[in-house]
């Protein structure tokens, strides 16, 4: 089994920052791409950024300029700096990981989710 544990959300001013961290742990052979989705209030959930296994990233326009993703390979985890942080990018932030475990194929893994709130 696989587990994803998200930390560094929270409240923040508009033009703040955050940084949250996404820790992939158990039986894992290799991780391929990882990244970020969002889910505000009454809104379907959306991509806010990806990362490849090589490094290759993605993000939403929306995001572009401001949020930076990486990862630290050897620790299994995936990062997203928030900066310039504005009350529309409060949502739900959810990680997501395409894992791959021992004899079996790669599936992706949701983390559970961590509350970003950005003040006017």
């Known amino acids: 089994q696989v587990q994803l544990a998200e930390s560094g959300g929270g409240l923040v001013q508009a033009g703040g920052s955050l940084r949250l961290s996404c820790a992939a742990s158990?039986?894992?052979?290799?991780?391929?791409?990882m990244g970020w989705y969002r889910q505000a209030p009454g809104k379907q959930r959306e991509l806010v950024a990806t990362?490849?296994?090589?490094?290759?990233?993605n993000y939403a326009n929306s995001v572009k300029g401001r949020f930076t993703i990486s990862r630290d390979g050897a620790k299994n985890t995936v990062y997203l700096q928030m900066n310039s942080l504005k009350p529309e990018d409060t949502a739900v932030y959810y990680c997501?990981?395409?894992?791959?475990?021992?004899?079996?194929?790669?599936?992706?893994?949701w983390g559970q989710g961590t509350q970003v709130t950005v003040s006017s």
């Open positions: 997501i990981c395409n894992v791959a475990q021992y004899s079996l194929a790669a599936r992706p893994y």
């Open positions: 158990g039986s894992i052979f290799s991780i391929n791409a």
């Open positions: 990362i490849s296994r090589t490094g290759t990233t």
